[in-house]
Each structure stands twice: as structure tokens, then as C-alpha cells.
Nanobody, 119 residues
Framework: QVQLVESGGGLVQAEGSLRLSCAASGRTFSNYAMGWFRQAPGKERELVARIAWSGGSTYYADSVKGRFTISRDNAKGTAYLQMNSLKPEDTGVYYC????????????WGQGTQVTVSS
């Protein structure tokens, strides 16, 4: 089992920044690719960013490229999502998730943290 706990959400004005953290426990963190998802009201959950278990590659949704940065600190067992130049459409509940190595499906999820961007 992997337990994931997100933190760092909140209310921010447009063009502001937030950094989300996802603290993992239970299994060897470095064996898991990490993803950040978000779900806006009335919309489906979408993948925002992903970082490989090795940390060697990243993926970003087109809507956040150039504004968001995903990273990980394996020694601390924590993944991060730095969000800059936030827009109102970035509002939603952000979830971190873990997928074992090259697995496409994420087997473990955090409880989510609310991000609200005001215009």
C-alpha cells in the first residue's frame, strides 16, 4: 500500500503561484511514477502532469505547459507541483496519484487539495 497526502492548496489571485506537495509513505517511493490530476466542477478528472519513477521524463497537459512544473524528491518521498501564472480555469481539486514504474494505471490516490484561482 502507498499512502498519499496532498497539501499546499488554497485561494490565490490570477497570475499568482502555488506549490502543491504530495507526501508518500508505505512503499519505496522511487519505484512509482507520480501524477497530478485535477477535477474542476462539472468536469471530468484530467491528468495535469506526470513524472517518471526514475525522474527522467515528464509530461504536461497542453493547458499547463510552460506554467506548471512537476518534480520529485525521492529522499523525502515527496512529489511537487509548482504552479505559476495561475488562471481561473486552473480552479479545481488537485489529486496526486502513484503508478508502479511503467504502469499506465494509477493504483494509489491522495484525498485531494482544493485550488481556487480568483480573477
Amino acid at each position: 500500500q502507498v499512502q498519499l497526502v496532498e497539501s499546499g492548496g488554497g485561494l490565490v489571485q490570477a497570475e499568482g503561484s502555488l506549490r502543491l506537495s504530495c507526501a508518500a509513505s508505505g512503499r519505496t517511493f522511487s519505484n512509482y511514477a507520480m501524477g497530478w490530476f485535477r477535477q474542476a466542477p462539472g468536469k471530468e478528472r484530467e491528468l495535469v502532469a506526470r513524472i517518471a519513477w526514475s525522474g527522467g521524463s515528464t509530461y504536461y497537459a497542453d493547458s499547463v505547459k510552460g506554467r506548471f512544473t512537476i518534480s520529485r524528491d525521492n529522499a523525502k518521498g515527496t512529489a511537487y507541483l509548482q504552479m505559476n501564472s495561475l488562471k481561473p480555469e486552473d480552479t479545481g481539486v488537485y489529486y496526486c496519484a502513484a503508478a508502479y514504474r511503467y504502469n499506465v494505471e494509477y493504483g494509489y490516490w491522495g484525498q485531494g487539495t482544493q485550488v481556487t484561482v480568483s480573477s
